[in-house]
């Protein structure tokens, strides 16, 4: 698959833009300034894979547009644009009951959708960091004071990944979730941390995280999340492109409460 993100060279007074599904931008640099101009649809269209990269171009100018002056010292001639996970967790759920047997393992593919971020430089702040699609909010916890807000996406993972089209705005996580338990386990929705995450690029272009290891009970509100090292090997070779948002420090073994897993009713 052809990549959309990238290094990218501006001349001094040029301005270069991006299609990125519903997503328009453009970035002109100035000597101590880049302007970004930004048109972002209120639609929600998560299958819309089209994307178109212009060349030096005259600065967008549509209905609706933002923009965003970031004046620093001086500007370098290249910018790196990036996508990243989300800056919260995903909810996604099945378009039917899942239920899950009594010490029973199961591998799901979850899709989640993907934010553009705009850095000069390795270490540097994001002069740009916002989805390409903008999801919808989601409340997810045990009732409307207990929770947190998510964000919400339309598709839920597979049992194979052929199953998943390969998507420029979308990464792949596989969780394997155990149902350690003797009773028959109901997965209604699963709150993916993203944020925790790193994302890797796959030779084939697909984008991908590390698996999450769910280990939860049919009578416990906690579930046990392990976030496995490296990539799972059918993703083949990958690079690491983006690091998590937020580090888990010296451990990856983290308590969840049923906020990530609901198997009972819940606000929303």
């Given amino acids: 698959m052809h990549r959309w993100w990238g290094q990218q060279r501006w001349q001094m007074d040029e301005t270069l833009a991006w299609n990125l ?9 100035f000597t101590q300034e880049w302007q970004l101009r930004i048109v972002q649809s209120t639609r929600i269209s998560e299958e819309q894979k089209h994307w178109q990269f212009h060349g030096p171009s005259a600065p967008l100018d549509m ?16 910018l790196q644009l990036l996508p990243a996970l989300a800056d919260r967790p995903v909810v996604v759920r099945p378009a039917y009951p899942i239920y899950i047997g009594a010490q029973v393992s199961v591998l799901l593919h979850i899709s989640t959708p993907l934010w553009v971020m705009l850095r000069q430089g ?11 699609t903008r999801p919808t909010d989601s409340w997810l916890g045990a009732n409307t004071c207990a929770g947190e807000i998510c964000y919400a996406t339309r598709v839920f993972g597979r049992l194979h990944l052929h199953e998943i089209s390969q998507h420029p705005f979308r990464a792949v996580t596989p969780v394997r979730i155990l149902n350690d338990s003797d009773q028959v386990f109901p997965l209604e929705r699963l709150a993916v941390p993203v944020q925790l995450l790193p994302l890797h690029v796959s030779e084939a272009g697909r984008l991908w995280t590390p698996t999450l290891n769910l280990r939860c009970h049919a009578s416990s509100q906690h579930a046990e999340i392990h976030i496995a090292k490296e990539v799972d090997p059918m993703a083949g070779p990958t ?11 010296g451990g990856n073994l ?14 929303s």
Avoid at 21 to 29: G, Q, W
Avoid at 122 to 132: Q, R
Avoid at 239 to 249: F, H, I
Wanted: proline share 8%.
């Fill in 21 to 29: 599904a519903e997503l328009h931008l453009s970035v002109t640099r």
């Fill in 63 to 78: 209905p609706g547009m933002e923009l965003r002056r970031h004046i620093i010292g001086d500007t370098h001639d290249t």
């Fill in 122 to 132: 390795e270490n540097a702040s994001s002069l740009l960091d916002i989805p390409i």
């Fill in 239 to 249: 690079t690491l492109l983006v690091p998590p948002r937020t580090p888990l420090g």
């Fill in 254 to 267: 983290i308590r969840a409460l049923d906020s990530l897993i609901a198997s009972r009713k819940i606000a």
